[in-house]
């Protein structure tokens, strides 16, 4: 099992640009999050899954949009990217809400 | 949300016990109490978790007190491998989020 995996592992746009970070797990997993890392901080909620079908925000949902695509998939949108948004992207997944939560490898994002 | 209080950072010795304690004096009856590290440049990794009993697995032991107010994450035999921040987190019940703290920097002396 390759577990979760995220393209593309770093990314560099100006800002207004847009952009998709994907994220896939082969665990079949119901729950899927999508969070945020600054430098020398904790990770913050930005939108989660509880089950396919379903999304929800969490701490910090401005200025993303989310689709899961599917029970594998769960991608995060940025439509007008700006320098505020230069972190660390992180996917997880979880067999349902409220349990262990597995994480990707993380997508670095840099906004000039 | 209830809080967790952790050092900063502590340094250990390669092949000697390392004890990092975490504080949550508002923790409620429904909060179970999750660790997690992050290796540079990696995503958090699950360390272990508990409610009210200690806990062992390959990778740790969790000592949690008996009033939950504050517990310890204990690793055995650190490595150089276990060079990592290690987060004490507070997952509620009727909570999806993870709420990461700074976390402890745990430095391993080869």
């Known amino acids: 099992n390759a577990g979760v995996t995220q393209t593309p592992k ?15 797990q082969d665990m079949n997993h ?11 901080m904790g990770l913050r909620l ?30 995060l949108r940025l439509e007008s990217a700006a320098p505020s948004q230069t972190s660390v992207y992180f ?11 597995y994480f990707g490898p993380g997508t670095r994002l840099l906004v000039l | 949300d209830a809080k967790t209080t952790q050092p900063n950072s502590m340094e250990s010795n390669e092949e000697e016990p390392v004890h990092l304690p975490c504080n949550h004096s508002t923790i409620s009856g429904t909060d179970y109490i999750h660790w997690y590290r ?4 990696q995503g958090p990794e699950y360390v272990i978790h508990g409610l009210t009993s200690n806990v062992n697995n390959r990778m ?33 019940s009727n909570d999806y989020k993870l709420s990461f703290g700074a976390g402890t920097t745990v430095t391993v002396r080869a």
């Not at chain 1, 996917?91 to 939560?101: H, Y």
């Not at chain 2, 032991?61 to 290690?86: C, G, N, P, Q, W």
Request: net charge positive; proline share 3%.
């Open chain 2, 38 to 41: 992050q290796l540079p440049s």
């Open chain 1, 91 to 101: 996917c997880a997944s979880s067999v349902r809400g409220l349990e262990t939560q």
């Open chain 1, 46 to 75: 930005i939108y989660y899954s509880a089950s396919e079908g379903t999304t929800d925000k969490g701490e910090v949902p401005n200025g993303y949009n989310v689709s899961r695509l599917n029970k594998r998939e769960f991608s």
């Open chain 2, 60 to 92: 740790a032991s969790l000592a949690i007190a008996e009033d939950r107010k504050s517990s310890t994450l204990i690793l055995h035999r650190a490595t150089l491998r276990d060079a990592a921040v290690y987060y004490c987190i507070l997952h509620s």
């Open chain 1, 30 to 40: 119901n729950s899927m999050y999508w969070y945020r890392q600054d430098p020398g």
């Open chain 1, 10 to 24: 770093f990314q560099v746009l100006k800002t207004g640009q847009s952009m998709t970070l994907q994220c896939a």
